[in-house]
């Protein structure tokens, strides 16, 4: 039941900011994105595209090194709602997300769903402050060659940091947000793909 009910709330907050003004983030100048891609990016404004199932891609696999020595691999979290965010210690936007991907990431991975960062620019000193700061529970890659940015950004162009990447739970590019997510947005995102997979789940076991 609550589910249920969040996720209508979600929806309807998902409508409503999709409408409204939305939210910047830092240029290619500040983080390096478009010297990593190699393209003319601009701010992000916080805009949200999702794909419908039929037309979502292969699937991807975001992998690398944690901040913490660990590897990392979305392959490994298959049959999970994978929400990839990239960031900076020094980015505004940033910083003004992450409460709510904290949250998002501590009240929903019961649901079956992971959160995994992204870094573009900090060396781990900077990194695993930021990540002390805001408690953050989920790992986050370290990209400052661009790589990682880079092999997304040929299936999903991102445009600027943060960026935010929904994948589904077949691994494939469901959502993406330009700019600083909101966390009503994520949520909402999340729960649709939550609920593709319980239909498909219950069309098998017809």
Do not use: H
């Amino acid at each position: 039941m609550m589910r249920t009910r969040t996720r209508r709330v979600a929806a309807a907050a998902l409508a409503a900011l999709v409408a409204a003004p939305l939210l910047a983030a830092c240029g290619p100048e500040e983080s390096g994105a478009g010297d990593v891609v190699g393209q003319g990016f601009v701010s992000g404004d916080g805009s949200v595209k999702q794909w419908d199932p039929a037309d979502r891609e292969d699937p991807v696999t975001v992998e690398g090194t944690a901040f913490e020595g660990d590897e990392v691999s979305t392959a490994d979290w298959l049959g999970d709602v994978v929400v990839v965010n990239t960031w900076y210690a020094g980015c505004a936007p940033c910083r003004a997300e992450a409460p709510e991907l904290v949250d998002l990431a501590n009240e929903r991975e019961a649901d079956g769903v992971r959160v995994l960062g992204i870094n573009t620019e900090d060396e781990a000193g900077a990194a695993e402050a930021f990540q002390r700061t805001f408690e953050v529970p989920y790992p986050s890659i370290e990209d400052r060659s661009g790589q990682v940015v880079a092999g997304l950004s040929g299936v999903v162009p991102l445009q600027a940091v943060p960026s935010t990447v929904v994948l589904d739970a077949e691994g494939r590019v469901a959502a993406r947000v330009i700019g600083q997510a909101d966390g009503s947005t994520l949520e909402a995102i999340v729960d649709e793909l939550l609920a593709e997979d319980d239909s498909s789940e219950g069309t098998e076991d017809a």
